[in-house]
């Protein structure tokens, strides 16, 4: 039986698959609006809906419309910032090196976020969660890692970026968890989905402001390309909702441990749809991961 303060499994699961959909639908939009259109469809065509979800929780819990407070503000931005940060570093990582490879750098972002939840949150990990993350973090590497086919880990500057774009996603769930367990006197759910709210508008409006100075005529495109656009919206604020929900039951480096079973997801789609065989060394990450994964919920 599940109870409130493990709904954080099923949330995570949930918001995971979301965001594998949302990512399938931005992918089909990179080629006639660019990366940074692509990506600010999730905030622009997300933001409507997430006042739709908020309107919906409150009606349902009867909980009032909170008011931010002072402490609000600060974890909101970094949780906002951080990810469009670490978004562009990631791109930038893809640049100078494979997706793969830049895809494992990516992955230490669980261990960075038990780390900054530790010291900006006081987030209380057992022996057994640290553990935990690491098997399942290690898992994902040797995944993704293809030997010979790169440097590996030898060249600075993409190491360094693909590290620092993994620690911006780790401050970005983390603030946005700092966001959510700070809204006073409303149930969990409520304070989730304010969050949201907040969060995707100041994203909207940042990236917005950017293409109009940089790329005008992407914007133009966008509003041309609405309706595959509204989809791809709706389903990256349907999987930022969940991530939101369990941010507020859990530490985000719980969340974040969790969320690596998206790769056990890409792997089967990828061997079942596609036919492409598995290595032994994939098999050998996926089986860590599962590993790791049920430590981390069992524990």
């Known amino acids: 039986m599940l109870s409130v303060a493990t709904l954080w499994i099923p949330f995570t699961l949930i918001a ?6 949302r990512n399938a639908m931005q992918r089909s939009l990179t080629g006639p609006l660019g990366t940074w259109g692509a990506t600010n469809i999730r905030f622009l065509f997300g933001f409507p809906f997430s006042l739709v979800f908020f309107a919906l929780v409150v009606t349902a819990t009867g909980d009032p419309v909170p008011w931010p407070t002072s402490s609000f503000w600060p974890w909101l931005m970094l949780g906002a910032l951080s990810q469009i940060v670490g978004t562009g570093m990631m791109l930038l990582a893809m640049n100078d090196r494979s997706f793969v490879v830049t895809t494992a750098y990516l992955k230490t972002e669980a261990i960075q976020t038990a780390i900054f ?66 809204v006073p006197g409303v149930s969990f759910v409520t304070a989730a989905s304010f969050t949201l709210v907040f969060g995707l508008f100041v994203q909207t409006l940042v990236l917005t402001v950017y293409l109009l100075f940089r790329a005008p005529d992407v914007l133009q495109k966008i509003l041309g390309l609405w309706r595959p656009s ?17 941010f507020a039951l859990t530490a985000a480096a719980n969340v974040r441990t969790l969320a690596l079973v998206e790769v056990v997801f890409a792997q089967a789609v990828s061997y079942y749809s596609f036919k492409q065989p598995m290595s032994a060394r994939e098999l050998a990450g996926i089986v860590l991961i599962v590993v790791g994964v049920a430590l981390l919920v069992a524990a």
Do not use: C, N
Request: glycine share 12%.
């Open 16 to 21: 995971a698959l979301g965001q594998v959909a």
């Open 117 to 182: 939840g530790f010291v900006f949150l006081s987030d209380h990990l057992t022996v057994l969660k640290v553990v935990a993350i690491l098997i399942a973090t290690a898992g994902v590497v040797i995944a993704a890692l293809r030997p010979g086919s790169e440097k590996g880990f030898a060249d600075l500057k993409p190491t360094l970026l693909g590290l620092a774009a993994a620690a911006a996603f780790a401050l970005s769930a983390v603030g946005f968890r700092g966001a959510v367990i700070v």
């Open 230 to 246: 509204m989809l791809a919206g709706f389903m990256g604020a349907f999987a930022s909702q969940f991530w939101f929900l369990a």
